[in-house]
């Protein structure tokens, strides 16, 4: 059983469209997140919903809309896209405790290539 | 502000030989946590461990150990004989205790050849 999955794995498009990415989780947590990885690896925080609401919204461009229709579930739509959209997005799980550092379980990531 | 250093960009081995993959962090949390993530080559992120900073103690896996001291703000990790499996991406991570976001290194690749 998948615990973390993400659709599609891959995604290629233009330069100017708009695009979702899907996540499930069946770990029955509470918190869901959005990394990116760029070309070098780098890992960073976009967005985190904790029961539906929003906890987490790091400096990301507008054209980046997440939605959580219930705590299963975090899509990540992105309009306009751009070259330097090009990365792999993340989405990860997690089941808080009041605090931090819960382990977090990842997808298998979607790779987005802007063309 | 947190930070997580990985200043090995890359380490190349032989089969067998030991390994240690060093991660030096900064925050002004006196609770916060640690953890080792593993990015194979298919691209998934694999976790390893995690310790929270009232505990010292190091711990063991099988071949993998931690090493974490807070003196020095570090929480190194060693692969024994290290095989060519573990040729992969490793990323040490920090949260805080009121954060639930990760803030990761850069991630040291380590390649094992046979």
């Known amino acids: 059983d998948t615990a973390v999955s993400q659709t599609p794995k891959y995604l290629v498009t233009q330069m100017g469209n708009d695009k979702s990415i899907k996540c499930e989780q069946n770990?029955?947590?509470?918190?869901m997140y959005w990394y990116k990885q760029d070309s070098k690896k780098f890992l960073k925080i976009m967005f985190s919903?904790?029961?539906?609401?929003?906890?987490i919204n790091e400096t990301v461009p507008n054209r980046f809309s997440p939605k959580s229709p219930d705590k299963a579930h975090l899509n990540l739509h992105i309009n306009s896209l751009e070259l330097g959209d090009s990365a792999v997005y993340f989405c990860?799980?997690?089941?808080?405790?009041?605090?931090?550092?819960?382990?977090?379980?990842f997808g298998p990531g979607t790779r987005l290539t802007v063309l | 502000a947190q930070k997580v250093t990985q200043a090995q960009t890359e380490i190349s081995v032989v089969e067998k030989e030991d390994v240690t993959l060093d991660c030096v962090y900064e925050?002004?949390?006196?609770?916060?946590?640690l953890f080792w993530y593993k990015q194979p080559p298919s691209g998934e992120l694999v976790f390893l461990i995690r310790?929270?900073?009232?505990?010292?103690q190091n711990e063991i896996s099988g071949r993998y150990s931690w090493n974490f001291q807070k003196s020095t703000s570090s929480f190194n990790f060693t692969i024994t004989a290290s095989q060519v499996v573990d040729s992969a991406v490793y990323f040490c991570?920090?949260?805080?205790?009121?954060?639930?976001?990760?803030?990761f290194g850069s991630g040291t690749r380590l390649l094992v050849r046979p």
């Open positions: 991570a920090l949260s805080g205790h009121s954060s639930y976001k990760l803030i």
């Open positions: 919903y904790n029961n539906k609401e929003l906890i």
């Open positions: 770990l029955g947590h509470d918190t």
């Open positions: 990860a799980s997690s089941q808080p405790t009041g605090s931090g550092g819960n382990e977090q379980f």
């Open positions: 925050t002004r949390d006196t609770t916060y946590y």
């Open positions: 310790r929270n900073s009232f505990d010292e």
